[in-house]
């Protein structure tokens, strides 16, 4: 007889999405780095870079939801460009992360902004016991990779007393690195959407979901050095292919990019 381990779950489909996107054994086993980390100097805070973009719905989401001096939980918070363009309206802001290197950054912008913070290494929702409730949770661009997906929604209801609001890309933000994947590995990589099933459980999941889309247009980038040495790792590859990535680079057609925001009451 099935037990309830066996029943399904709304981030089933999720999950499938993320086995078929694992990266091949294959690549990894010729890998010079086989779990490429985040770079935290490529998620710094640039205010000013901030205050020159269009202002995001989910902004404007937590802002409505956020009481002055309020706390708010940052979930992934990496450099805190999540959470900083909040201030002055919080209080305090409680940056989530495993990674050191993003705390650190996330520390130094904040007292650059003059705003009170607590870090909290590790993963969530592993380390939620260690967060006490806020007014707010965010969390922008970190459940890309996260399987359980419920658990971490869940914890992140718990430990909001106003709102959640999670801002996520259309598409997962690597497949812009798919042709790439062709031409070094001779590999078809999907494009799995990823902001329409992430609505879709959170709706499964009894949440009162709001939900607001926003194109940022397509922008030329520069590539430096860095931009090629970020896509060499997502690519597992060594610096023998950097002439390749940097051609690609340079003459792919600069993307739009949609990213949507998802909100809905805490439970704290
Ligand atoms: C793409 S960065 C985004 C950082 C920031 N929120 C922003 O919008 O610029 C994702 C961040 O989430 C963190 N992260 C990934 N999984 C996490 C988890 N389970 N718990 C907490 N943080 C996580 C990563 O270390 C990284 O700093």
């Given at each position: 007889?099935?037990?309830?381990?066996?029943?399904?779950?709304?981030?089933?489909?999720?999950?499938?999405?993320?086995?078929?996107?694992?990266?091949?054994?294959?690549?990894?086993?010729?890998?010079?780095?086989?779990?490429?980390?985040?770079?935290?100097?490529?998620f710094?805070?640039?205010?000013?870079?901030?205050?020159?973009?269009?202002?995001?719905?989910?902004?404007?989401?937590?802002?409505?939801?956020l009481?002055?001096?309020?706390?708010?939980?940052?979930?992934?918070?990496?450099?805190?460009?999540?959470?900083?363009?909040?201030v002055?309206?919080?209080?305090?802001?409680?940056?989530?992360?495993?990674l050191?290197?993003m705390?650190?950054?996330?520390?130094a912008s904040?007292?650059?902004?003059?705003?009170a913070?607590?870090?909290?290494?590790?993963?969530?929702?592993?380390?939620?016991?260690?967060?006490?409730p806020?007014?707010?949770a965010?969390?922008?661009?970190a459940?890309?990779?996260?399987?359980?997906?419920?658990?971490?929604?869940?914890?992140?209801t718990?430990?909001?007393r106003?709102?959640?609001?999670?801002?996520?890309?259309?598409?997962?933000?690597l497949?812009?690195?798919?042709?790439?994947?062709?031409?070094i590995h001779?590999?078809?990589r999907?494009?799995p959407?990823?902001?329409?099933?992430?609505?879709a459980?959170?709706?499964?999941?009894?949440y009162?979901?709001?939900?607001?889309?926003?194109?940022?247009?397509?922008?030329?980038?520069?590539?430096?050095?860095?931009?090629?040495?970020?896509?060499?790792r997502r690519?597992?590859?060594?610096?023998?292919?950097?002439?390749?990535?940097?051609?690609?680079?340079?003459?792919?057609?600069?993307?739009?990019?949609?990213?949507?925001?998802?909100?809905?009451?805490?439970?704290?």
């Amino acid at each position: 007889m099935a037990g309830d381990d066996d029943a399904p779950r709304p981030g089933d489909g999720w999950r499938d999405a993320l086995r078929r996107s694992a990266v091949p054994q294959s690549v990894l086993d010729r890998a010079p780095e086989r779990e490429p980390s985040l770079e935290p100097e490529r998620f710094r805070w640039k205010p000013e870079e901030d205050a020159a973009q269009p202002v995001r719905p989910s902004r404007r989401r937590a802002l409505e939801a956020l009481p002055a001096g309020g706390t708010v939980l940052d979930v992934g918070v990496g450099g805190g460009a999540s959470s900083l363009g909040l201030v002055p309206v919080p209080g305090l802001i409680v940056g989530v992360d495993p990674l050191p290197g993003m705390l650190e950054s996330f520390e130094a912008s904040a007292r650059g902004a003059g705003v009170a913070t607590r870090s909290v290494l590790g993963r969530w929702p592993d380390v939620a016991d260690q967060v006490e409730p806020a007014d707010v949770a965010v969390c922008h661009h970190a459940v890309y990779r996260v399987a359980e997906i419920e658990d971490f929604v869940a914890a992140l209801t718990a430990h909001a007393r106003r709102r959640v609001v999670i801002e996520i890309s259309a598409h997962s933000p690597l497949a812009g690195l798919n042709p790439l994947w062709k031409l070094i590995h001779g590999v078809d990589r999907p494009d799995p959407a990823v902001a329409d099933p992430l609505h879709a459980i959170l709706v499964a999941m009894g949440y009162d979901v709001g939900r607001e889309d926003m194109v940022l247009p397509a922008r030329p980038q520069e590539v430096t050095q860095s931009v090629v040495e970020f896509a060499r790792r997502r690519l597992y590859v060594g610096p023998e292919r950097d002439t390749d990535i940097e051609q690609f680079l340079r003459t792919r057609e600069p993307q739009e990019h949609r990213v949507v925001a998802l909100w809905w009451p805490g439970t704290a």
